[in-house]
């Protein structure tokens, strides 16, 4: 059997909320498996339920081909996890914390304090290895949170999350570590809200929304419907109304969308005349700040699936971040 | 071998972070010390007297010991979500629960001796009976142990853990012989206190110190192990039913 994790019809409810409503999938060992969807999707409810701190009402659960569904702690010792918050002892050092979190999965004393240093070191915390959890940052946490999730080298990675509230040097960092993992056959299972880091960093991914998958794919083949069209993004100013309409007139060639807030988004099969698009828009009296071609990426996937402004998505998180 | 690792590790934690901090070992000394004085004073007979009050007093410091402790190390550990840690880790549910109690209970063994060895520098302790004392000792801590940690899985804020024991410890000191035998207690309440694990326990020590036992130790001792595994395995059971929901 080379699935790692296969889940069939998995649902969960609390009270009157749907947070899992029959999902489906299956992650191959090896894979680098992403999980994307706004907040309250149902992401973070799906990996306690397949970790085994929550409990399904239906479905069917499979880690490293072992049968969890009625049994859920039954895959434990293939499995690390990363979860959103960090959750490590707040009065044990991060050395400390690194070594009982080794011990929990039966290391010996010199493994465990070996690979608590090289973790340290790997991730700029040599430093504060003698300090106590609790009065570290929170991107210092949260990567001791990792470190901690991966420190007795678990087959099979859940990652929530994982670089949100930590800085931009240090996600960069973190996704080549990711990669490293992946490259040496580590099963990952991530879920993020940064699409871009979804896009560079995995094969197959999937679209949660409300609790639902609604789209499951390599990201190859997500993108392919995008592959040969000519995406420009226009941001103006003073104009309120909806210019679709006298936009298509003047090119009925070219597809409008209206993202709000002044951008338009263009897409077409052929390279798009920005020129006589911008004289147009001003002759409506619109001053135009930015005309950008892009690629076509995920994230136009992502908006066309779900109908969510990515960057929306990305913004609410940010705040919520801050917060923690 | 490798659950080993992982008990004793979070055993020794325990120990570190919240047993052996001078607050708590400091609350370990005083607490039987104000007991043992408030309840001689208030018999006003001679140093003699205190060999009646040990059973008394070595019971409430098991019990107030171990019951505050459980609020901290199970429900806070619940409360900052460290205790998903414990639960994801691949070892039987069971021993981690023990791993996780038996900081509990040697701390309530230790706080039962602080009474004796003061004790024996005020009176004569060689009629005490050890064989059945020491016994009874951590029985009763276990007891009282798995009685926190009942109540501690049963709610999710610490003050709900500290106001819920209060409501079983400070009755408990009255209903269970500890001071007063249960004979003198009104009719209706005796069947609360046989419904009591301290009863059985108390029961012991005072047959050890000065023979005035009310039970065979094999029916307290018999007894206060059906209270233990009950506890315990209520407790587990509402930690998977709550925790793992
Ligand atoms: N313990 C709980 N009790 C009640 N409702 C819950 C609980 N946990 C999750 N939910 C609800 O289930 C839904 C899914 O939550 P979940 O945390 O899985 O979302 P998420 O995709 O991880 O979101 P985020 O990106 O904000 O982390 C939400 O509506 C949430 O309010
Ligand atoms: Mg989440």
Redesign the pocket.
């Known amino acids: 059997m080379t699935e790692s994790i296969f889940v069939e019809n998995l649902a969960k409810h ?2 009157k ?1 749907e ?2 409503a029959g999902i489906s999938f299956s992650v191959e060992q090896g894979e680098l498996f992403g999980f994307l ?10 990996i306690n339920m397949l970790t085994g701190l929550a409990r399904p009402n239906t479905g069917a659960i499979r880690i490293g081909g072992i049968d969890c569904t009625n049994n859920p702690r039954a895959a434990q010792h293939l499995v690390g996890v990363v979860p ?1 918050e960090s959750n490590l002892y707040p009065e044990l050092t991060g050395f400390e914390n690194l070594c009982f979190c080794a011990a929990l999965y039966g290391m010996g004393k010199s493994e465990r304090q070996a690979s608590a240093r090289e973790l340290l070191d790997v991730f700029g915390l040599t430093g504060a290895a003698k300090r106590k959890f609790g009065g570290y940052s929170k991107g210092m946490k949260r990567k001791l949170t990792i470190a901690a999730g991966i420190i007795h080298r678990p087959s099979i990675l859940f990652l ?2 994982p670089t949100t509230g930590i800085d931009v040097a240090s996600a960069r960092q973190l996704r080549q570590l990711v990669a490293d993992l992946h490259r040496t056959g580590t099963t990952i299972f991530l ?1 993020t ?1 940064y699409i871009e880091e979804a896009e560079r960093l995995c094969g197959r991914i999937a679209f ?1 929304v409300s ?1 639902r998958i609604v789209q499951i794919d390599s990201v190859e083949n997500l993108v392919q419907p995008l592959k040969d069209k000519y995406v420009v993004r226009i941001s103006f100013e003073g104009v309120q109304d909806d210019l679709r309409g006298r936009l298509s007139e003047s090119f009925p060639d070219l597809d409008f969308e209206n993202l709000g807030q002044g951008k338009i988004r263009v897409e077409a099969d052929h390279p798009v005349p920005v020129g006589p698009l911008v004289r147009v828009l001003e002759d409506c009296g619109a001053e135009v700040s930015e005309a950008r071609r892009m690629r076509p990426s995920l994230e136009d996937i992502f908006v066309r699936i779900t109908g969510i402004e990515a960057g929306a998505m990305q913004k609410e ?1 940010e705040k ?1 971040g801050a917060g923690r | 071998m490798k659950y080993w690792i992982a008990f004793w590790n979070i055993l020794a934690k325990d120990m570190r972070t919240y047993y052996l901090k001078p607050p708590n070992v400091s609350w370990g000394l005083i607490f039987p010390l104000a007991w043992t004085t408030m309840f001689f004073i208030k018999s006003g007979a001679g140093l003699e007297s205190i060999i009646t009050l040990i059973p008394g007093v070595v019971a409430v410091s098991i019990l107030f010991g171990t019951t505050s402790m459980l609020a901290v190390t199970v429900t806070f550990e619940k409360k900052n979500r460290s205790f998903e840690r414990l639960l994801l880790a691949p070892i039987p549910f069971e021993l981690l629960m023990l791993a996780k109690t038996s900081g509990a209970i040697l701390f309530g063994v230790a706080n039962a001796f602080v009474p004796v060895v003061i004790a024996a520098f005020l009176a004569d302790l060689s009629a005490v009976a050890w064989r059945v004392f020491v016994p009874a000792v951590i029985m009763i801590a276990v007891a009282s142990t798995f009685l926190g940690l009942f109540i501690a899985v049963a709610v999710s804020e610490v003050f709900e853990a500290q106001t819920f024991s209060n409501f079983f410890r400070f009755p408990m000191i009255f209903l269970c012989g500890l001071f007063f035998p249960i004979e003198k207690l009104p009719v209706f309440l005796k069947p609360l206190s046989y419904a009591l694990p301290l009863t059985y326990g108390a029961d012991m020590l005072h047959g050890a110190v000065h023979g005035g036992h009310t039970m065979p130790f094999a029916l307290d001792l018999a007894l206060l192990t059906a209270f233990c595994v009950f506890l315990f395995v209520a407790s587990l059971w509402n930690i998977k039913r709550r925790w793992i929901s």
């Open positions: 609390f009270e909320v947070a899992v969807g706004p907040n309250g999707a149902g992401k973070t409810t799906t959103d929530d999350e879920t809200h949660i609790g998180k919520m």
